[in-house]
């Protein structure tokens, strides 16, 4: 067993074969069950074909069953997406999984393939029921401490590992191989009422491949043009649908776009909250705009998160030719029973793909599997790195305040080099129509890159504007720095910088002590009564009494993993 679920019965498994698709009909129990459908591909990730007759069939299979019934879908993403988009009116999106997958390396391609998708989509609209579920903590193979870094917050950790993410890189599956790791993690994680069965639908034999390329006439692929100098190395302070227009045609060599999600986020003067489908007809603007700029052979890619992805890969496909579905797991502690890490980089070239720089400079290596990302194991290390594959984890969101721009969201510089490095050559041109304060453009000039950034407030662009000229000074643009940001990436609030008398490790130990004595989580005036630290403390140190008593919900846990006895697991896991 890979994972430990609380208070679960493991559901019992029930293998189901189909050959031909005819044969999907009325779920055959009354007892509402979780399916989990194995979809087939091959290493070249050629995606089956899959018919109205197909989405017909599954819709009333899925209509036919009972209101609490799961659907899981183990495929690549384009399939996935697919079965999100054709099955939305049946049943609810809930989880977009991606899984590590131990397909043999093809070296000579653009980026090996190493993930899978696991699509679950429900019939009832509230959120995903299931299990809470931890995976094992594993060992960085040089220092010996968890691969994660806890820091300072150990103590509000659990002993036997961490929450799941929507990444699960400590399991592998294979295309031609039963995902019998995946069935027992599925089986634990709905192991919870009204489920008692897991049925699993092997469609092997059910389903073609499509051998079809799609031919996609859109664009004119027959010549690039030049781009006039004035366009070389400029922020633009625009909507960047206006900006676009003035750009010629097949000019540009690399589109790079992290839009708004529309997660009401707050943006100095944009939106982020739009009806949905005014959101994806003003993203199908920019991206035919983006489409229309890159040169033949050249690349656009786009991050998103992947329900998102799901929509602008549907346009996409449409008008140029798909290449890659990147995940990069982007954060970097616990949150939520499973913590959302997982974006999507959508990667599509203008008709035939040129051929890339891949395996080239130190940016396309990412770190070899299962080593910590602590900066003093990482510089005392040797032979840690391997060629990048599709699968992105090394790369963290900006963790700590002091290297972010007064902007919510903006990317970490590393993620931007990979990218540049992948699909440019030095003295290309590199745009990005949501520049915000500048991570693209920025890391493009460092990488002897020309730039074009546009970017719509004016408060971002100035500070773009800022950053680029501490670079022409010889400054690193990305330093440390004194200042805390006032924006902010989410929505809880940001306590004032203040001075703790006590630290608040000590305090939510404290409020340990105090559960051993009274025997439950204590409320404030229990706290007031038997804490030793006056109340105002636990009051002004926290943002919410959850975190109060963060630690006297835990056992707590160790970094390193001799001391870690407890660890039932104790795992090293593969190195590839
Ligand atoms: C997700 S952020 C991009 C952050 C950027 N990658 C960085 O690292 O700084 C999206 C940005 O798009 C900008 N934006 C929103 N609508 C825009 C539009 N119509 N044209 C240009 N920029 C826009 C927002 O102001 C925001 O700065």
């Known amino acids: 067993m890979t994972q430990m679920s609380e208070n679960c019965t493991p559901l019992k498994i029930r293998d189901v074969e189909i050959r031909d698709i005819r044969e999907i009909k009325k779920p055959d129990s009354s007892q509402p069950a979780v399916w989990f459908f194995v979809m087939p591909y091959d290493s070249s990730r050629i995606k089956v074909n899959l018919t109205d007759d197909f989405y017909e069939r599954l819709n009333e299979f899925a209509q036919n069953a009972d209101e609490q019934t799961i659907l899981c879908f183990q495929t690549v993403p384009q399939t996935a997406s697919e079965l999100v988009l054709n099955l939305q009116g049946t049943l609810h999106y809930k989880l977009w999984i991606s899984i590590k997958c131990k397909e043999k390396a093809n070296r000579n391609c653009l980026l090996p393939y190493e993930h899978s998708e696991l699509l679950i989509l429900g019939k009832y609209k509230e959120n995903l029921r299931h299990a809470k579920t931890r995976v094992p903590y594993t060992y960085c193979p040089a220092c010996d401490k968890t691969t994660k870094d806890y820091g300072g917050k150990k103590h509000t950790y659990h002993e036997y590992g961490t929450l799941m993410s929507d990444v699960w890189r400590d399991i592998t599956v294979a295309p031609d191989e039963y995902p019998e790791l995946v069935v027992d993690r599925l089986s634990h994680l709905f192991g919870l009422p009204p489920y008692r069965e897991l049925c699993v639908v092997d469609m092997s034999q059910a389903l073609k491949y499509e051998k079809r390329r799609a031919v996609n006439k859109t664009y004119d692929l027959t010549k690039v043009n030049g781009l006039n100098e004035k366009f070389h190395n400029i922020l633009i302070n625009d909507d960047c649908l206006e900006a676009l227009k003035k750009i010629p045609s097949n000019s540009i060599d690399y589109c790079f776009a992290d839009p708004p999600y529309n997660l009401k986020k707050k943006y100095d003067n944009w939106n982020d909250n739009l009806d949905i489908h005014e959101y994806f007809i003003w993203c199908d603007r920019w991206l035919y ?58 990667c599509f070239s203008k008709g035939h793909p040129r051929i890339l720089n891949f395996g080239h400079g130190e940016e396309l290596l990412s770190l070899k599997d299962n080593y910590c990302l602590r900066q003093s194991c990482i510089n005392s290390r040797e032979n840690d790195r391997k060629p990048v594959t599709d699968l992105w984890w090394d790369i963290h969101r900006l963790k700590h305040n002091t290297r972010r721009a007064d902007h919510p969201c903006q990317l970490p510089p590393a993620l931007m ?84 008398l006590v630290p608040k490790k000590e305090l939510q130990l404290e409020v340990k002590r105090i559960v051993q004595k009274i025997g439950k989580l204590p409320t404030k005036e229990e706290v007031k009564r038997y804490s030793k630290y006056p109340i105002e403390y636990y009051e002004n140190y926290f943002i919410s009494w959850g975190e109060v008593c963060a630690a006297a919900r835990t056992t707590g846990m160790v970094e390193t993993r001799k001391s870690n006895k407890n660890n039932p697991k104790n795992k090293q896991l593969e190195l590839f």
């Not at 992947?306 to 449409?318: G, S």
């Not at 008008?319 to 997982?342: C, D, H, K, Y």
């Not at 000039?445 to 670079?471: D, F, P, T, V």
Request: with cysteine; aromatic share 10%; proline share 6%.
């Open 289 to 346: 705009e983006l489409g229309r700029v890159v040169k033949p052979g050249c690349f656009v890619t786009v991050l998103n998160i992947p329900l998102w992805a799901v929509r602008h890969y549907e346009y996409l496909k449409e008008i140029m030719n798909f290449q890659r579905w990147i995940t990069w797991e982007g954060l970097s502690l616990p949150v939520r029973m499973i913590m959302p890490a997982n974006y999507s980089i959508l």
């Open 417 to 500: 080099r990979r990218l540049i490095a992948l699909f440019t050559n030095e003295e290309e041109v590199v745009l990005d129509p949501f520049n915000g304060v500048a991570t693209t453009t920025l890391s493009a000039q460092q990488m002897n890159r020309k730039y074009i950034g546009i970017e719509l407030s004016e408060k971002y662009h100035k500070i773009a504007q800022e950053r680029h000229k501490e670079l022409l000074w010889g400054l690193d643009p990305f330093r440390k720095n004194g200042d805390t940001p006032k924006a902010k990436n989410s929505s809880v609030p940001r306590l004032k910088k203040q001075k703790y």
